[in-house]
């Protein structure tokens, strides 16, 4: 990876491999001070290891989120943007539009807290999909796009969270999630599905009680986890109060809905690898890559970067005015600050690189983001710059940019700067009369829910069945019966690999092919299958119409 000075040599898989063990041993203090002792013991038994994502980790489950990791862990916080990537048919203008998305990927980590899910097995799977409204645009064609789902209304933030006028000297705010019940909207109706985000169900602030999961799964009856989740300090402050969101733009509300499906799968336990998709039919852009990552505490910090696999993220245009197009977004490095104080906040180093290939010929544009390196005094600044600039596919001189300072002037096209945690501004620099303008602002924008089909209607090892009674024990604060259920779930994966061995099969991923050398996974027949299905469950709202001249089978562009 372009991010990363490192061997590209990827960490063989090996299901038998052993690890590592490191154990923590339950608290007797189930509050969270006894949690806060639990991590500073766990701190101390990581310092010096190499990569902890490598490593067996035996955690008690009160240490833990009620959350699956293939549930917490994708890139569609804001699933409005990712669907509007093909908007547009300037191929600026869509740099512009990924650039949206990959701000506003990981919003989990700005209006939500840093946790530990459930760490996937072997074969686990998980699939959901988003029905969101459209962003529309104003008559300013420089400035965002107008969002109409789960935005706090104008006034109700700081505009000191901008972070973005000068120096960091306030606090983020405290976000409160509306009830998250059945229907994911004001005017949505009703509906037997469970449709909460992953991560929006952790932000801090007062929680929520509704109730959706439907009486036929009784085992779990509170699907705002939010309700359960730990409120250990997970930002690095906590002196703002909280504010209100708005679920659904009423202006808006009866807007067709475009509809995301998403599949993962984990398909390697040692290295933790898991392979994911998502598709927007009717946008005609889908998405795909490997998560693995790298992870090591230094000091107080847990630094955490791709894995030998993760190539990054693979953006792909299946249908005009993009049709083609592929856009590559590798991932920067990580950090969790705060270990040993209990007040965790992620801080973004190095860089990211947005790389457009395919579409039509010529030359095509490249965009870098980086971030700023925090100062180790005073408070984060969240800070960024970047550019777009043009390349020549035929060449490869343009790998060696990595940083902003190595692009030369007469490729610029446009330069941005801000927070990456507010606001970020832009203005072309091939006009001379261009004048800075929003880029994007995700201080009003929170995480998205996703809807996810019952309980009874999923299958044994799809994540959310099979973690069902650690997440039922985990939310009425049964902890020694939690950690009971996730110590089975860990010794029948143990028990199946030992008879895989014993017959000398391996393990075949399901829905995805196990060849991922390239970073960008393809389905497999019962990966397009599924992905179908979750493209045509039942919704509450109207949806888009796809043009059947113009659609793909999931999966077939690219080879995906």
């Known amino acids: 990876m372009a991010t990363l000075d490192r061997a590209d040599t990827a960490t063989p898989m090996d299901e038998d491999a052993p690890g590592q063990a490191i154990s923590v041993p339950d608290a007797t203090d189930a509050g969270e001070s006894g949690k806060l002792k639990m991590i500073v013991q766990l701190v101390k038994k990581c310092l010096g290891v190499k990569d902890i994502a490598a490593m067996r980790l035996s955690l ?25 990537i093909n908007d547009s048919d300037d191929p600026f203008e869509r740099m512009l539009a990924v650039l949206r998305f990959t701000f506003s990927k990981d919003l989990k980590f700005i209006k939500g807290k840093v946790c530990k899910p459930y760490n996937s097995v072997l074969g686990e799977h998980f699939r959901s999909h988003w029905d969101v409204i459209p962003v529309s645009y104003p008559s300013d064609p420089n400035e965002p796009p107008i969002h109409h789902l789960y935005v706090s209304p104008p006034g109700a933030e700081p505009p ?18 509306p009830h998250l019940s059945e229907s994911a909207s004001i005017k949505s109706g009703r509906s037997n599905k469970s449709a909460f985000s992953g991560f929006s169900f952790m932000s801090r602030g007062p929680s929520a009680t509704a109730k959706s999961t439907p009486a036929t799964s009784p085992e779990l009856v509170e699907t705002n986890l939010e309700a359960g989740m730990s409120s250990l300090s997970l930002a690095n402050d906590q002196s703002s109060g909280a504010v209100d969101l708005l679920e659904t ?3 808006a509300a009866d807007k067709p809905r475009v509809r995301i499906a998403f599949l993962t799968e984990q398909i390697s336990h040692h290295p933790p690898v898991s392979a994911f998709y998502a598709s927007c039919p009717t946008r005609h852009v889908e998405l795909c890559g ?4 790298s992870a090591k505490v230094s000091g107080t910090t847990l630094r955490v970067m791709p894995g030998s696999f993760n190539k990054g993220i693979f953006v792909r245009i299946t249908g005009e005015p993009g ?22 906040y992620v801080a973004i180093g190095d860089s990211t690189i947005i790389t457009c290939s395919g579409g039509e010929d010529g030359q095509k544009l490249r965009a870098i983001i980086e971030y700023k390196e925090e100062s180790w005094l005073g408070r984060a600044q969240f800070q960024c710059e970047g550019i777009i600039h043009t390349y020549d596919p035929k060449e490869s001189v343009h790998e060696e940019w990595t940083r902003v300072k190595h692009v030369p002037r007469e490729r610029v096209l446009a330069v941005f700067d801000g927070s990456w945690r507010g606001r970020i501004r832009w203005k072309r620099v091939d006009a001379p009369d261009s004048e ?18 019952p309980l009874e209607k999923q299958l044994p090892n799809e994540s959310r069945k099979l973690w069902e009674n650690v997440t039922s024990r985990l939310l009425k604060k049964e902890y020694s019966e939690a950690t009971k259920h996730k110590l089975a779930i860990e010794q029948k994966q143990r028990d199946d690999t030992a008879e895989r061995k014993r017959k000398g099969v391996k393990f075949v991923p399901r829905y995805f092919d196990p060849d991922i050398s390239s970073g960008m996974p393809t389905l497999t027949e019962e990966g397009r299958k599924a992905i179908e299905e979750e493209l045509k469950e039942p919704a509450d709202q109207k949806l888009e119409d796809e043009s059947p001249s113009e659609s793909s089978t999931p999966g077939e562009a690219s080879g995906a």
């Open 60 to 84: 008690p489950a009160s240490l833990l989120e009620p959350i699956p990791n293939l549930e917490y862990w994708h890139y569609l916080d804001r699933p409005d943007l990712f669907a509007a």
């Open 160 to 177: 000191s969270t901008s972070w973005f006028s000068g120096p960091a000297t306030h606090s983020m705010p405290d976000v409160a999630h």
């Open 249 to 251: 733009d009423e202006t």
């Open 290 to 293: 490997i998560d693995q990552i």
């Open 323 to 344: 049709a083609g197009e592929t856009y590559h977004i590798t991932h920067p490095v990580a950090a969790v600050n705060g270990l040993l104080r209990g007040s965790f």
């Open 436 to 453: 800075y303008a929003t880029l994007i602002d995700l201080t009003p924008l929170h995480p998205v829910p996703k809807v996810v089909r």
